[in-house]
C-alpha cells in the first residue's frame, strides 16, 4: 500500500508543482513557450522584444495537433479571403472541439472584436486568459475592447497589467501617460 501511495505521489505532486502554464494549453510546447516568455522578461529593447514575440506567436499558432494545426491554417485561409463568416464558422468548431487551445479562442475573440461584437470578444479574452494568463495578445484585444467602451481606466489597468508580461507592446502607445513607463529602461 505504501509503494502505491508513493507511486501516486510521484506522479501527482510534479504536476501539483509545476507551474500553471505547463499545464495550460495541451496543444502547444508549453517548455518552448516558458522559456521565450524568460527571454521576454530579459529583453532590453524594443527590437529584441518583437522578435521574441514573434517566436512565441509562432508557438501558439502551431499546434501540435495535425488536424487542429490544419483547421487553424483553414482559418488563416478564410480571413486572408476576407470571408469572415466562414472563419467565424471554422473558429467556433475549434474551440468547441478543442477547447484547451488559447490561440483558438483568441482568435474568435479578435474575429469577434473585428465584427463589433465586444461583450462576446470580451468572453473569449476571458477563456483566453484562462487557459494562457501570459496571452499579452488578448490583454491587448481587452484594452481595445474596453477603450472602444469608453471604459479608460480598467483598459489602463489591463494595458499595466499586459506591460508586466510584455514591456514592448505596440499599444502602449495609446497611454500617453505609459510612454517612459518600460521597466528596463
Not at 483547421?71 to 480571413?79: C, E, H, K
Not at 478543442?98 to 479578435?110: I, K, V
Not at 484585444?141 to 507592446?169: F, N, T
Amino acid at each position: 500500500m505504501r509503494t502505491l501511495i508513493l507511486a501516486i505521489a510521484a506522479v501527482i505532486l510534479p504536476l501539483v508543482a509545476a507551474p500553471p502554464s505547463a499545464l495550460a494549453d495541451p496543444y502547444v510546447d508549453n517548455a518552448v513557450i516558458d522559456e521565450l516568455f524568460n527571454e521576454l522578461a530579459d529583453s532590453r529593447n524594443e527590437v529584441d522584444a518583437n522578435e521574441i514575440s514573434t517566436r512565441i506567436w509562432l508557438e501558439w499558432f502551431s499546434p501540435n495537433d495535425s488536424k487542429l494545426s490544419t483547421r487553424m491554417s483553414v482559418v488563416t485561409n478564410f480571413l486572408g479571403e476576407g470571408n469572415m463568416e466562414s472563419s467565424l464558422h471554422e473558429l467556433n468548431g475549434i474551440v468547441e472541439e478543442y477547447p484547451d487551445y488559447a490561440e483558438g479562442w483568441n482568435q474568435r475573440a479578435t474575429l469577434l472584436f473585428r465584427m463589433g461584437r465586444y461583450d462576446e470578444s470580451l468572453a473569449d479574452i476571458d477563456k483566453t486568459l484562462a487557459i494562457e494568463p501570459r496571452h499579452y495578445g488578448a490583454m491587448a484585444g481587452r484594452v481595445l475592447i474596453l477603450l472602444k467602451q469608453d471604459r479608460e481606466l480598467e483598459a489602463l489597468r489591463q494595458m499595466r497589467a499586459a506591460l508586466a508580461i510584455h514591456p514592448y507592446l505596440n499599444e502602449r502607445r495609446l497611454f500617453p501617460e505609459l510612454a517612459n513607463d518600460i521597466t528596463h529602461v
